[in-house]
């Protein structure tokens, strides 16, 4: 009989009928991860219970709330210095669970928790998995997410599970789902209604089953939807390829691997197909993409989610009742996130009427959650209690932070402050949610201004998760560890940053937008630069983004500026857009017509009037060119404003760009991209650039000087001023 076995990764116990339970708790780690400790742990307690006569069965359950979160990130986003012993390690790894598969010893995944990634895969090596019926468990690959594909045997396991259709949609679009989906799409086996129940159901199928063999072991398994070789099989494949071609433009790497992967190895014995798919991950771990996509779409952004820009020395600051002025489309986002998660909040407007438009907002999105079934009506009803809207400035006493949400409007908000500030106890904060105005300007309108600092939010807020917070002249430590504390409170990812017009957000994404228009203006036809931008990874073309911000907006944004401030590059794009305001009525994607046509009913089209006011020079219609003056420019101004200590680390840059305006995640972010293309290349190119089309693209001395040394872009040392 197996002995049992404790130690800080696992446990393993054989009870009196037979079936013995590893219950995994990585006591020295933040969560239960795939890690090598783990594998070694585990297959030392996993082989010889698989191969001893005296034991029936085996349920693998987890000691945490989570059951297995994923792969060690911390390992795998590391450079990999020997790919071909890093290849055979993992051959090994899948030789193994391959033994305890075959060895007729029935394992059950007891899943008590969320399982993704390596998790999952983990259950998959189980012959069967029962998982608990509970929204808060969450079932999926999500590894491309991060420029890798699943490689502990779900790249190669999956089809035969769920069919090549629904195996392709999990891994291509790294989806997360809740058990009951799971289940219908047969990555499970069987749900219960609480953990109680998770063993005995367990023993149960141990009991039935005591010979099993995996699906892709069994030659009468037949894959769900037809295997590669039937017409819906091969169809399958050929539809799946072209989509990826369409949506990732090659940027994606790992994508790419997930089909190889599919498509080679349905056609092989599973321990061949397992080998190719070892092959392809050991190939994504060397891809730039993939240690990008780890570095700052994992470890960057999780750090910053946890406060870690947050002043040290200062306790955790919570907001029992928060106070916004302005119940417009942002005030009423910021109204929802907050009362989400438990705040008591006063909405605030000239209005009562206006104010109870703004709670509106978050009426219907509980509406569609309680239809989907994601709340119940008891859950609405409580949150939006806790939204109180008003008409009194009055209202707002007694609340610890105040955010002001009115029109970008320095004399209204001037107002606002005054009056909100008569009411307030010293001890609150007040933050500006503004997009351009300095905040150092708008503290000028308040009593405290150590106690003044600016929250950016994005919009929709229910859905972006960058908050961009923005230190003024004056603006005390204190503050910023406050408004730090919020924000995370509410789910979403703090940078700090410091004052300057347009800050650091709006300001970079203001050259992609204004690239787009001159080259436009240079004669590139619009339909041309809009996708261009998107084949490198933007999420929308410039001239669209320009549509729906509104090109009416962006001139009063302009012309409330000081004309000091002002640049020749700024004044450009201002011209195109007074052109389509003023000279022909086409103010932006709300009014229906812009850049582009927005027939009601129908998909937009680019402006066909365009090809008239701006002539079509077939000398500016090189693609790399055009590509590399849309992506440059920002990385070229996200250094600007490294340089002059806008930013406080080059981290903040390459999160702000990818979560703020969607900077393509592969390059890292904006700041990163410089090293992603080579920064002696990025050098070369801006000189061309700036000598072709404009002082814009002049490169500084001190990144002129990283390029000369050979250094990465992150190794220059931001100026952060002290408050």
């Known amino acids: ?16 009928d037979g079936i013995g339970i590893i219950t995994i708790n990585m006591e020295k780690h933040p969560a239960n991860l795939l890690s090598m400790d783990f594998l070694e742990a585990y297959f030392e307690v996993a082989l010889p219970a698989a191969n001893d006569p005296n034991v029936k069965g085996v349920i693998v359950i987890s000691g945490r709330r989570m059951f297995m979160a994923g792969g060690d990130l911390r390992f795998l986003g590391k450079p990999l210095e020997d790919p071909e012993g890093f290849f055979k390690g993992s051959l090994v790894m899948h030789q193994k669970f391959r033994e305890i598969e075959t060895s007729g010893t029935p394992f059950v995944a007891a899943i008590n928790g969320t399982a993704l990634g390596g998790g999952m895969e983990l259950c998959l090596t189980c012959h069967h998995r029962v998982c608990v019926n509970s929204s808060k468990i969450k079932l999926g690959f999500p ?32 989806l997360e789902v809740r058990p009951p989906k799971a289940l219908k799409d047969k990555l499970i086996d069987q749900l219960v209604d609480s953990p109680d129940q998770l063993i005995d159901a367990a023993k149960e199928w141990i009991n039935a089953n005591p010979r099993p063999v995996q699906p892709w072991d069994n030659k009468k398994h037949r894959i769900p939807g037809g295997g590669l070789m039937t017409p819906n099989g091969a169809q399958t494949i050929v539809g799946a390829i072209g989509n990826v071609r369409k949506k990732t433009h090659g940027n994606y790497p790992s994508a790419q691997f997930i089909l190889s992967v599919t498509y080679e190895g349905l056609q092989l014995p599973i321990d061949r197909a397992l080998e190719i798919e070892a092959r392809y991950f050991t190939r994504a771990l060397q891809t730039p993409e993939s240690r990008n996509m780890i570095q700052t779409g994992f470890f960057a952004i999780q750090e910053a989610s946890k406060g870690k820009a947050k002043p040290k020395g200062y306790e955790k600051f919570q907001v029992k009742k928060l106070g916004i002025l302005g119940a417009g489309m942002m005030g009423a986002g910021i109204a929802y996130v907050s009362a989400k998660v438990g705040m008591e909040v006063v909405l605030k407007d000239l209005s009562t009427e206006n104010a ?4 509106d907002y978050s009426r219907k999105i509980l509406q569609k959650r309680v239809k989907k079934g994601r709340s119940t009506q008891e859950q609405a009803d409580t949150l939006l209690a806790r939204i109180h809207t008003t008409a009194d400035p009055n209202a707002v006493a007694g609340c610890d932070l105040i955010i002001e949400a009115v029109f970008e409007n ?30 150092s300007l708008l503290a000028k309108s308040s009593k405290r201004p150590e106690n003044f600092i600016g929250i950016h939010f994005f919009s929709p807020v229910d859905k972006m998760p960058l908050v961009e917070i923005i230190v003024g002249e004056k603006t005390s430590d204190q503050t910023i560890a406050a408004t730090i504390d919020y924000v995370s409170s509410i789910k979403k990812v703090p940078i700090v940053v410091n004052d300057s017009r347009g800050f650091f957000t709006s300001r970079c994404f203001g050259t992609y937008c204004s690239e787009g228009a001159f080259l436009l203006e240079e004669g590139v036809p619009g339909i041309m630069i809009d996708n261009i931008a998107k084949n490198k990874g933007m999420a929308v073309g410039p001239l669209a983004v320009m549509d729906e911000v509104s090109l009416s907006l962006s001139i009063h944004v302009y012309e409330s500026a000081p004309d000091e401030g002002k640049k020749e590059y700024q004044r450009r794009m201002y011209r195109v857009q007074k052109l389509l305001v003023e000279g022909h009525g086409r103010p932006g994607r709300k009014a229906g017509k812009g850049f582009y046509d927005y027939p009601i009913g129908q998909k937009k089209k680019i402006w066909p009037g365009l090809k008239e006011l701006f002539k079509s020079n077939p000398d500016t219609l090189s693609k790399d060119v055009i590509a590399k003056r849309i992506l440059h420019i920002q990385a070229l101004e996200s250094f600007r404003c490294l340089e002059e200590g806008v930013l406080r680390s080059s981290r903040d840059g390459d999160i702000g760009s990818v979560l703020g305006w969607g900077f393509p995640i592969y390059t890292g972010g904006a700041i990163s991209y410089i090293d992603y293309v080579g920064i002696q290349n990025f050098v070369k190119d801006c000189d061309k650039f700036a000598e072709q089309f404009g002082e814009r693209f002049k490169v500084s001395d001190a990144l002129r000087q990283l390029a000369a040394e050979g250094k990465s872009v992150h190794e220059f040392q931001a100026i952060v001023p002290t408050t």
């Open 1 to 16: 009989m197996a002995n049992a076995v404790k130690n800080d990764i696992l446990s393993f116990e054989v009870g009196q």
């Open 356 to 359: 109870e438009k703004g709670k």
């Open 410 to 439: 320095p004399k209204l908000k001037d107002k606002v402050t005054k009056e909100t500030e008569a009411v307030l106890p010293e001890t609150s904060f007040y933050g500006s949610n503004t997009s351009t105005i300095p905040i």
């Open 143 to 174: 590894e491309v997410k991060v420029g890798l594909l699943p490689g502990g045997g779900g790249t190669a396991k999956a089809p035969y599970l769920m069919g090549i259709q629904n195996a392709l949609t999990y891994l291509l679009q790294g």
